[in-house]
């Protein structure tokens, strides 16, 4: 079994590229909630856990919670995503927060980590081990870079529910229609829908989610690959349907413990896991950080020139620092996930990209990377092939509250998709494209609605338009 596709890893790293500060107030406060969460769960097992230096936090965004672990905890380590414009974003925070020290940022691949055998204290990932359809395999990583009696902190992640009727994805409750805003307010959605609440959205874009491990399955994996592990979970009460079935489960346990709780409601699981070894007392320069990397192409050690790039010793491997991150993905990722001014991509973060588009767009609005143009009714735009191979179109953009839209796309004038757009919040559309060297792309979109200080009439707003291969 793939663990993660291509397809999957682009759209993480879409994903992450727009929406980590794309609001920033919002996106800082809810960073800051998480910390407050995090940094606890930390604190619970601190004792087990021991010293954190070196860390490498895997799945970090923007690296909100490798700062707290710096700052709040005294470690020295490595915040690392598929996405090094989230990393690049994330310090921001560092001047928002007031904060000291900074995470070493590297761009990496949680299944092809860049980092020496045995070079890491502490890892700790969150909410991102459900992203892969084969977990074990980042379990394998993992313990591969973990120092003999190293530890593996992960939390966050979903517990199978086994009291649901799977129905559908649901959204998040900013998304949710009135009457899915009623039943969870009682606790009965839960009841009804399919993995966690809000898995919809990331579905959507194109992450796939693995919402299968029960409590069971995590324990047996981790029973597999480490000698001892703490847990902790979190049931969710959300009004009387869960509160009165959690209190039952709980009161009925043997030991009284939220086991049987989680087994029926699911929630979120904590654990913190020990490799087998002796742990020693690790020394960490942060100067020399480039001493625990290893090239992703090769897997050779790494150097650190007089530019401050990493070149591989063996390999013509380079990474150059962008702004304070290292990318350090295998060639082919990299190429594909980060393919910069192409003509096969229309991105509204980067200032060429005003050159392939044609009628209807309005002015650049947005901050960090979520840059986009709104559209009205109709909107045109030329993407030029550079790969070889079937081709799909690939749209990202936004659907205001309050405003359903019909959308619909054209290539070289014929109409190659249609879709309506419900809900409101972030949408992804694609669809497959004929043989073509160039596609003048239209796009069509309605009703249109205006605001009272405004001249213009709108639809949805854009921020990507590329062609992808298909899955």
Known sequence: MEAQSLAVKRAEVEFHNFASLGQPERAMAHYAEQNTRRGAVIRNHLNFIGDMTPFLEIGSNVGHSSYMLANEFGASGFA???????????????????LARTPIRVAGDALNLPFADGSIRFVMAFQMLSQFMNIESVF????????????FLFAEEPLKRLLSLRLYRCPYYETMKPWEKKLSDWGLLGYL????????????FGI??????????????????????????????????????????????????????????????????KKRGEAKQQAFNESEFQNLLRCPDCHSALTRGADDALACSRCAYRAANEGGVYNLLPSPERAELYPGDRADVIDFCLPSHAARL????????????????????????????????????RIRGHASEGHAVELSASVNGRQVGAWKLERPGL?????????????????????????????????????????????
């Open 427 to 471: 949408f992804i559309v694609e669809a497959d494209l004929p043989e073509a060297d160039e596609y003048h792309i239209d796009i069509h979109a309605g009703p249109s609605w205006g605001v009272p200080t405004d001249d213009r009439t709108f639809t949805v707003n854009l921020s990507m338009l590329r062609l992808v291969p298909p899955e």
């Open 358 to 393: 044609l009628q209807g767009w309005y002015e650049l609005e947005g901050v960090f990377g979520n840059k986009y143009r709104w559209i009205g009714e109709h909107a045109s735009a030329r993407l030029v092939r550079v790969a070889p191979g079937p081709q799909r179109l």
């Open 140 to 151: 394998l990583e993992v313990k591969r870079v973990l120092a003999p009696g190293g530890m």
């Open 80 to 98: 690392l995503d598929l996405s090094a414009d989230s990393l690049r974003y994330g310090a921001a925070l560092k001047d928002r927060w007031h």
């Open 193 to 204: 829908v399919r993995d966690v609440i809000g898995a919809h959205q990331e579905e959507s």
């Open 208 to 273: 796939r989610q693995n919402h299968s491990m029960g409590l069971k399955d995590w324990h047996r994996l981790i029973q597999k690959h480490f000698i001892d592990a703490e847990y902790e979970m979190f049931v969710p009460e959300r009004g009387w349907g869960e509160r009165i079935v959690k209190r039952a489960a709980i009161r009925l346990d043997p030991f009284g413990s939220s086991w049987r709780a989680a087994r029926l409601l699911g929630g979120t699981l904590a654990a913190v896991s």
